[in-house]
């Protein structure tokens, strides 16, 4: 049986719903994405307090975000174009590349000072593109940019939260008419180890969203999960990573919401300042020093205490 044709249509009234945007769900306070239990968990609390709770404006960005948007871009073209049964030209993505590149390169926050300049990574864009060209695998295309919305509930049926987890899918893809591959694209100085992307919360996430958005494939040999990468080394580089959806932890998302919900409602945050190797990248910094909690820490000393 091909299991493709109707898979990605609405799934509305069903534990999730696959929608035109997330981007438009009514209230972005009312969803969590992979980037927000990422910061919390692995980066810093307080900078996940700034950026989700606080939505304060960065002040800086490193120059690979905006590489990363126009290289997504590139290869949603590229996929795009497989879908309709036609070759992807080198010189619509380099197009792309550039329309892309052009806009979000312009953004006045991005700190050009550590990572290259705007001519460097301009010149990645196109060895990237010559790599995709090579290795990208011929996967049967059903969509690109799908967008999720799932709820947050443990595997005994207990809602975690009021709240929804959210996400975009680059890539939902078959082979053969009988298993499903989602894939998110990412770019890279490094190559990752397996087990960080084992353990990072986007394929954590993307699983459990598949787990709830499609019970009909809650089998490993039907549905898995795949990160496709571009290491921007000298010679660009391509490694396709498998995550079995089925040792993702699903429960450990939803205790992991319910810790940050409780934390925000607190107000009490640690940043986590000291050897915090993402400290450097962090686009907060002077606010960081500048900040103190509003709200006095339990059994805080008072100056009464003293005397
Ligand atoms: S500079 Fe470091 S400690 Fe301060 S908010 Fe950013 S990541 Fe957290």
Redesign the pocket.
């Known amino acids: 049986m091909n299991i493709m044709p109707d898979l990605l249509k609405k799934t509305k009234g069903r534990v999730g719903e696959i929608v035109d945007s997330w981007r438009d769900y009514p209230d972005r306070n009312d969803r969590f994405s992979h980037s927000a239990l990422n910061t919390f968990v692995n980066?810093?609390p307080?900078?996940h307090r700034?950026s989700y709770i606080e939505r304060r404006k960065a002040k800086t960005k490193g120059p690979y975000l905006a590489f990363g948007s126009a290289m997504d871009e590139v290869w949603k073209t590229f996929h795009d174009t497989r879908a309709k049964k036609e070759v992807p030209k080198r010189s619509d993505l380099l197009t792309t590349f550039a329309k892309v590149w052009a806009k979000e390169s312009r953004d006045p926050l991005i700190d050009w000072s550590k990572k290259g300049t705007r001519e460097d990574w301009a010149e990645k864009g196109p060895k990237v593109i010559d790599k995709m060209l090579d290795s990208e695998p011929d996967l049967e295309v059903l969509d690109t940019s799908v967008h999720f919305v799932v709820p947050i509930i443990y595997s005994d049926g207990t809602k975690a939260s009021e709240r929804y987890l959210c996400g975009q899918m680059d890539m939902v893809a078959g082979v053969k008419g009988k298993r499903v591959i989602v894939v998110d694209l990412k770019t890279s100085g490094s190559r990752p180890p397996q087990e960080k992307l084992n353990q990072d919360f986007q394929s954590w996430v993307y699983c459990y969203a598949l787990y709830c958005l499609f019970p009909q494939l809650r089998d490993p040999d039907k549905l898995s999960f795949r990160y496709h990468y571009y290491i921007t080394t000298k010679a660009i580089q391509f490694h396709a990573f498998d995550v079995n959806p089925w040792t993702a932890q699903f429960d450990r998302i939803c205790h992991i919401v319910r810790v940050m919900e409780a934390q925000s409602e607190s107000g009490l945050v640690i940043?986590?300042?000291t050897g915090?190797f993402?400290?450097d990248g962090?686009g907060?910094?002077q606010?960081?020093d500048d900040w103190t909690p509003t709200i006095p820490m339990i059994g805080e000393t008072t100056n009464d205490d003293l005397s």
Do not use: V
């Open positions: 980066i810093c307080l900078q700034f940043p986590r300042r915090n993402f400290c962090c907060y910094q606010a960081c």
